[in-house]
């Protein structure tokens, strides 16, 4: 009797997988059958080795700090020729959400402005070469990010993901004819070490959704803004 040949797994690159978010999708991608790159920051053994040490051959750790551009170039040079169906930039940092704007100091504002928004768009520049033409390029916002519905909380968190988003926009503007899928995600407010423990939602809540949310924009060219449950999110 002759057999089927399964198709190939496909591959996930996930900056920033250490842990919360981006570890909750590389173990989701892991789970639904695709070999994962997860990349954490710092040389330390911790949740996403771990997790690599429970699924042999399919999870490859890498080391980035995505503030640093000699690393983001080292990072480029050693998966240079490997093809990746997902590029998915999750990496990001959060400040008090009691501080005004006018509290914030210009420290945290810069480190947050590098951190959310520009170092995310050198690392998806410096690595969207690597994904075909069927591929998807996404990044992770926030709700927050959309200059539409704020309120003014969290307020310069949302100024660096409206500024992320901008960035992303921008890109995508200038890859006028690019047959990839490009996403801007917004997960919801998840119980993670970032979110806190006050959040409206679980990992487990999130996570499975904003994967399926990304699985439904493969293969539809341009760039959208969504939330996990795949409704648009006005910019």
């Known amino acids: 009797m002759a057999t089927t040949s399964s198709s ?16 909750a999708l590389a173990a989701e991608y892991l789970r639904r059958g695709w070999n994962v790159t997860g990349t954490v920051r710092g040389d330390k053994r911790g949740a996403l080795h771990a997790l690599s040490d429970q699924n042999t051959g399919r999870l490859d750790v890498e ?3 995505i503030t640093d551009e000699a690393q983001i170039a080292a990072l480029s040079g050693r998966l240079a020729g ?3 169906d997902l590029l998915l930039v999750n990496a990001g940092i959060a400040n008090s959400a009691e501080k005004t ?34 591929g998807t390029l996404a990044v992770m916002s926030s709700g927050l990010g959309s200059i539409a519905n704020t309120s003014g909380a969290w307020h310069a968190y949302s100024a660096s993901k409206a500024a992320l988003n901008m960035l992303m926009k921008g890109f995508a503007a200038q890859q ?8 801007v995600i917004a997960p919801g407010w998840v119980r993670t070490d970032m979110g ?7 990992v487990e809540e999130s996570i499975p959704r904003v994967v399926d949310m990304l699985e439904s924009r493969s293969g539809r060219p341009g760039i959208a803004y969504r939330d996990y449950t795949g409704a648009t999110v006005p910019w």
């Open 196 to 202: 806190g423990p006050g959040a409206s939602l679980s």
């Open 63 to 65: 080391a980035v700090d």
């Open 8 to 23: 190939p797994a496909r591959h996930a690159l996930i900056i920033g997988a250490s842990r919360g978010l981006g570890l």
């Open 82 to 84: 490997r093809r990746y």
């Open 101 to 134: 704007i006018a509290q914030v100091s210009t420290e945290d504002f810069v480190q947050l402005m590098l951190t959310n928004a520009l170092a995310p768009m050198r690392v998806m520049t410096s690595l969207e070469s690597l994904v075909p033409a069927s």
């Open 176 to 183: 006028a004819g690019d047959p990839r899928a490009m996403v």
